[in-house]
Antibody
Framework: EVQLVETGGGFLQPGGSLTLSCAAS????????MNWVRQAQGGGLEWVSV???????FYAESVKGRFTISRDISKNTLFLQMTSLRAADTAMYYC?????????????WGQGTLVTVSS | SYVLTQPPSVSVAPGETATITCGGN??????VHWYQQKTGQAPVLVIN???ARPSGIPERFSGSNSGNTAILTITRVEAGDEADYYC????????????FGGGTKVTVL
């Protein structure tokens, strides 16, 4: 069974840094396309970043240059390093995976981890 | 970049049919996926590749995609179908490959 468990969320001040983790089981992270998707309170789903099976990365314009997506195959874990955080980055962050489904659809989602940026 | 447009809300009586649209330029030439998100929960995939139902999704959920509009249809709507619904696609043409629609709140009257 595929499972994704996010950790690392928290409360921090503007300008701070945080790294989110997403521990995967039931599949190998390098065999899947994996995303970070965020959702502000009361808002819609906003795509943040994707890493392909062969390691190509893409970012939303709003986080480009501040966020870095990566993975560790030894831990079968996806990461999101976030720097220069802003109040607008406050959201629930979800890890998603295409699993065995290809690259463009995401049947697997974690439960989310909450990031709050406030002074 | 590419934009997917959804109506903010749809209201439907129990037992009736809910129709949720997702508009985009020539979207019929792309694959569209639909997610259901109930309050306080992570999204769940309900339709993939325009019209395929993942395992465990009721037959009441169906999808179509043609021209400039993809459609999610929920027949015989139940109270438990009340949720936000999002369309999503992969955009090959620029550096923002994963696109979500703005979401549609389905309210069961």
């Amino acid at each position: 069974e595929v499972q994704l468990v996010e950790t690392g969320g928290g409360f921090l001040q503007p300008g701070g840094s945080l790294t989110l983790s997403c521990a995967a089981s039931g599949f190998i992270v390098t065999n899947s396309y994996m995303n970070w998707v965020r959702q502000a309170q009361g808002g819609g789903l906003e795509w943040v970043s994707v890493i392909s099976g062969d390691g190509k990365t893409f970012y939303a314009e709003s986080v480009k240059g501040r966020f870095t997506i990566s993975r560790d195959i030894s831990k079968n874990t996806l990461f999101l390093q976030m720097t220069s955080l802003r109040a607008a980055d406050t959201a629930m962050y979800y890890c998603t995976s295409s699993g065995f489904s290809g690259y463009d659809v995401y049947p697997h989602w974690g439960q989310g981890t909450l990031v709050t940026v406030s002074s | 970049s590419y934009v997917l447009t959804q109506p903010p809300s749809v209201s439907v009586a129990p037992g009736e049919t809910a129709t949720i649209t997702c508009g985009g330029n020539d979207i019929g030439s792309k694959s569209v996926h639909w997610y259901q998100q109930k309050t306080g929960q992570a999204p769940v995939l309900v339709i993939n590749y325009d019209s395929a139902r993942p395992s465990g999704i009721p037959e009441r959920f169906s999808g179509s995609n043609s021209g400039n509009t993809a459609i999610l249809t929920i027949t015989r709507v139940e109270a438990g179908d009340e949720a936000d619904y999002y369309c999503q696609m992969w955009n090959f043409n620029d550096d923002h490959p994963v696109i979500f629609g703005g979401g549609t709140k389905v309210t069961v009257l």
